[in-house]
Antibody, heavy 124, light 109 residues
Framework: EVQLVESGGGLVQPGGSLRLSCAASGFTFSSYSMNWVRQAPGKGLEWVSYISSSSSTIYYADSVKGRFTISRDNAKNSLYLQMNSLRDEDTAVYYC?????????????????WGQGTTVTVSS | EIVLTQSPGTLSLSPGERATLSCRASQSVSSSYLAWYQQKPGQAPRLLIYGASSRATGIPDRFSGSGSGTDFTLTISRLEPEDFAVYYCQQYGSSSMYTFGQGTKLEIK
C-alpha cells in the first residue's frame, strides 16, 4: 500500500524550532519529488515547499523562505521539514504530498498521495 | 504570483443534482498544471483531476474537469452523499510555486 506518514508535530513557542518527518512506503520514494502543504485551523490549503527526487531542485513559498528547510534521505525513504523562527501564523496541520516522477515536471500529474498530517501549534 | 479565485464560496445542492464549481486565475494558467482536490473534515485532500481534465486513479466518472486559460470548471454530474466536501483548485506556475484556490464548500441542501 502506498503510504505517507508524518510525525514530529507539537506545541512550540514563537521563535522556536521543530523538525517534521514524513515516512514513505509502498513506492519507490527516490523516484518522486515531494511537497509540504499546510492548512491553518479552519482555513484553506497553502503550499509550503517542494523538493525534487534527487534534492537538486528546491522551492519555498515566500511565507517560509529563509526560515524553513526541506530535505530528504532517499536511503531512509524519508522527507523532512526543518522549521526555525516559528511564528503564530505557522500554526497548521502539515501534510507531505507526493509530486511527479523523476523526469516529469512539477505539478504535471497533481499531488496524488497525501499523508494524514501532523499538527504544529506555535503559541506561548 | 498567480491567484486562484473559486466560486461560489458555498454551494447548497441535493443528492442527484449537478454541481458546477468555478476556478478563475488572475493570469493565464497552463491547463497541464491545473488540478482539483476534494477534502472532507478531518481528512487529507484527495486528488480528483489533473491536467485540467484527466481523472486521477479511482475517481468516478461523475467527476469531470474542463477549461483553459483563466477559467476552469469542476463538474459533478450527479451528486452522491459522499461528494459533499470542500473542493480546491491548484496550479503550478512559472514562478516555481504552487497556489491553491480558497475552496468551495459543497453542502447538502
Amino acid at each position: 500500500e502506498v503510504q505517507l506518514v508524518e510525525s514530529g508535530g507539537g506545541l512550540v513557542q514563537p521563535g522556536g524550532s521543530l523538525r517534521l518527518s514524513c515516512a514513505a512506503s509502498g513506492f519507490t520514494f527516490s523516484s518522486y519529488s515531494m511537497n509540504w502543504v499546510r492548512q491553518a485551523p479552519g482555513k484553506g490549503l497553502e503550499w509550503v515547499s517542494y523538493i525534487s527526487s534527487s534534492s537538486s531542485t528546491i522551492y519555498y513559498a515566500d511565507s517560509v523562505k529563509g526560515r524553513f528547510t526541506i530535505s530528504r534521505d532517499n536511503a531512509k525513504n524519508s522527507l523532512y521539514l526543518q522549521m526555525n523562527s516559528l511564528r503564530d501564523e505557522d500554526t497548521a496541520v502539515y501534510y507531505c504530498a507526493r509530486d511527479s516522477k523523476r523526469g516529469q515536471p512539477p505539478g504535471f500529474y497533481g499531488m496524488d498521495v497525501w499523508g494524514q498530517g501532523t499538527t504544529v501549534t506555535v503559541s506561548s | 504570483e498567480i491567484v486562484l479565485t473559486q466560486s461560489p464560496g458555498t454551494l447548497s445542492l441535493s443528492p442527484g443534482e449537478r454541481a458546477t464549481l468555478s476556478c478563475r486565475a488572475s493570469q493565464s494558467v497552463s491547463s497541464s498544471y491545473l488540478a482539483w482536490y476534494q477534502q472532507k473534515p478531518g481528512q487529507a485532500p484527495r486528488l480528483l483531476i489533473y491536467g485540467a481534465s484527466s481523472r486521477a486513479t479511482g475517481i468516478p466518472d461523475r467527476f469531470s474537469g474542463s477549461g483553459s486559460g483563466t477559467d476552469f470548471t469542476l463538474t459533478i454530474s450527479r451528486l452522491e452523499p459522499e461528494d459533499f466536501a470542500v473542493y480546491y483548485c491548484q496550479q503550478y506556475g512559472s514562478s516555481s510555486m504552487y497556489t491553491f484556490g480558497q475552496g468551495t464548500k459543497l453542502e447538502i441542501k
